[in-house]
């Protein structure tokens, strides 16, 4: 087994210790790799396939959050497919056959990486951020313990809070093949989310919050809530480039541009979703303004994330200047092929007009 960790937290909590010490129980061989940085990074995955090939790996362990899992899926994919190069399973130019099974011991709530299909890395030549989503690298298990998470810092829980609102949201902002009974569940996912992070700021060890919250992040991502839509990522596509180039923590990236981005696109054709998204999920009171109804729920989000989470809400904040702006929108729509097709089609003006109004 290679167990693959990031950074001293695993360490320092004892929880590593405690993995290898169960691997030891069973008589199971083990080889250990840390370092995985947030936006993990292609070099590191390039490290792990040499390893696991060194040391005749053939199970991925990932001891830690999203970050980890992804290294994980990509080491996994590149010794499943030892024929190409594991990137260009990223940039297309190669469709993975096989990956190696992994299974994952959760630490944070927020990626939803332990129970998906979806992998993240980031090419440091270039610093190109891409994804890779395939059922053969879904996790064949994931321990999840919420008193493991009792340690983060409040700062890493809301970050993790915003992650699982926005992949919700994602698949929630949709205009065609939608069905009611998965925009309920979605909006329920958004509601608790809400509830229970207020909760985490001032009890941090709260056991229902913490189970709450890690359930709900599987439960973003694992593909329930996208039955029977047609999903679109808009806002992932525009915050892959911020992350790339700046390293910011992705949960961050996405709430500073959710409210921005439902402002520009908001107009006669995608008015009453976002007014039923304040009204199902803010409890806003319906009036006879649809826009006015549709703008105090982009409102209330905002200040939701910025008010009740505390957490930056301007790219200043993070920062982030105007100085790579356009080189980040013309990134953003060429790695989309062209446009962002979401919700509402994006080009590289419309998201540099976003990036913008996120300063």
């Not at 993995?19 to 292609?42: R, S």
């Not at 332990?114 to 996790?139: F, H, Q």
């Not at 549709?294 to 790219?315: G, N, R, S, V």
């Amino acid at each position: 087994v290679l167990v693959h960790y990031g950074g001293q937290s695993a360490k320092k909590s004892g929880l590593l210790d405690r993995v290898c010490e169960a691997l030891k129980d069973f008589d199971i061989d083990y080889v250990t790799l840390g370092g995985v940085v947030p936006n993990p990074h292609l070099s590191k995955v390039y490290e792990g396939i040499e390893l696991c090939k060194k040391e005749g790996v053939d199970f991925i362990l990932a001891v830690g959050g999203g970050s980890v899992i992804d290294s994980c899926k990509a080491i996994a994919y590149g010794l499943g497919n030892p024929e190409v190069d594991v990137w260009d399973l990223f940039t297309g130019k190669a469709r993975p056959k096989a990956c190696y099974p992994l299974g994952s011991v959760l630490t944070i709530a927020a990626a939803g990486s332990e129970m998906s299909n979806s992998c993240v890395i980031t090419n440091e030549e270039g610093w190109y951020k891409k994804a890779l989503d395939t059922d053969l690298a879904r996790p064949k298990f994931a321990i999840m313990n919420p008193e493991i998470t009792y340690t983060l810092p409040d700062y890493q829980t809301q970050c993790g809070c915003a992650d699982i609102m926005m992949h919700t949201m994602e698949r929630y902002f949709v205009l065609e093949d939608t069905m009611e009974i998965t925009d309920r569940i979605a909006q329920d996912v958004m509601k608790n989310v809400m509830k229970y992070a207020k909760i985490l700021k001032k009890d941090p060890e709260n056991y229902e919050a913490r189970a709450n919250i890690m359930w709900a992040s599987s439960w973003a991502i694992n593909g329930l809530l996208s039955t029977g839509k047609s999903t679109a990522w808009s806002v992932h596509a525009m915050e892959h480039e911020l992350s790339a180039y700046y390293d910011i923590t992705h949960g961050i990236g996405l709430a500073i541009l959710t409210p921005r981005f439902l402002n520009h696109i908001l107009n006669d054709k995608t008015v009453d979703m976002i007014r039923d998204f304040g009204i199902n999920v803010f409890n806003i009171t319906p009036s006879d303004n649809k826009m006015n109804d549709a703008k105090k729920a982009i409102a209330y989000l905002h200040a939701f994330f910025e008010q009740d989470m505390c957490i930056p809400m301007t790219l200043g904040e993070v920062g982030i200047d105007d100085e790579k702006l356009e080189i980040m929108a013309e990134a953003a729509a060429r790695h989309a092929g062209g446009t962002i097709k979401g919700v509402v089609e994006l080009t590289k003006d419309d998201v540099l007009e976003i990036y913008k109004a996120c300063l």
